[in-house]
């Protein structure tokens, strides 16, 4: 499994021992309305399993490779679609729409515009709390542990964790049953249709034989969604005693791992997007992702 930690292009092999796995999703992926209305068939059972579940969103970083759009905004908070509303709108209506109705927002750089755009979340029908970056800790799973060290947690008995910059139509329901059934410490959603970004070269010798461009990578990539059981914090609670800059997928899932800890592994063919970048940006299609997300817009 590959694992990118961070912003940076880093990644960092894991096999799969230890891990948890479910193909149950890898389908081929239907039309979104086709899609997502056989999910609003089991809108009920969604709210009754999601009720112990806070949703966490990240979404404190300054976004440097989305200068110079950040210089003005919170990188959440670049608009999308036709309608350019928020990414992070579509995030929580995202978590909404599978039950998960309790939302901690973990904000720092120009986090006052996510508040001021969000407030307590009455008009999406969500209850938000914000959690402001402390400067004893850094990186994400910093952000994590000020969040569980300060209480935000308490009355959960897992989290889904959502990186602020990834645009998907995931079923966080599907996530979250796999998640439970299979007693994981954490289960990353992964993704096995990444490609490279390069072309490839196949070498015989000193000559080269075959030019492959973009070539899927082979290994399942994280996408920036994990579940997470409350109590194996305790872990990233150890890891802040000994670090103040703490990666989630780097440092956390890897101490669970080296733990004996379970860690599920979700595979999903479902559309994402990072959106952590201008040429990512740039990529994006305003006309496809109204097509895609139309099911979050819809009147209840």
Known sequence: MLIHTGSSATLFTISFHNLGYSSKSLKNDTAPEEKHKKFAQHSLT?????????GVILCGGE???LRP?????QKAMIPVGSQQKPLL???????KYHGISKIVMLIGYKGQ???NYFNNGDRYGVEITYVWDNPEYSGNGG???NAYLNGHFEGARHILVYYGDILSDINL???MQMHRGGGFAATLALSPNYRVAVGVAEVEGNEVVKMVEKPPLGKPVTIGILAVKVDSLAYLKELGEEKRNIDIMGDFIRLLLERKQKVG????????FDLGSTEAYEKLDPSDVDHRFAFLFQEA
């Open 46 to 54: 969604m709210k009754s399993l999601q009720g112990d579940t806070y």
């Open 63 to 65: 976004g440097r490779r």
């Open 69 to 73: 759009l950040t210089f003005y905004f």
């Open 89 to 95: 709108e579509y995030i929580v209506r995202l978590l």
């Open 113 to 115: 515009q996510i508040v």
């Open 143 to 145: 952000a994590l542990l």
């Open 173 to 175: 329901t599907e996530l």
């Open 265 to 272: 592994a979700y595979l999903t063919n479902s559309f994402w």
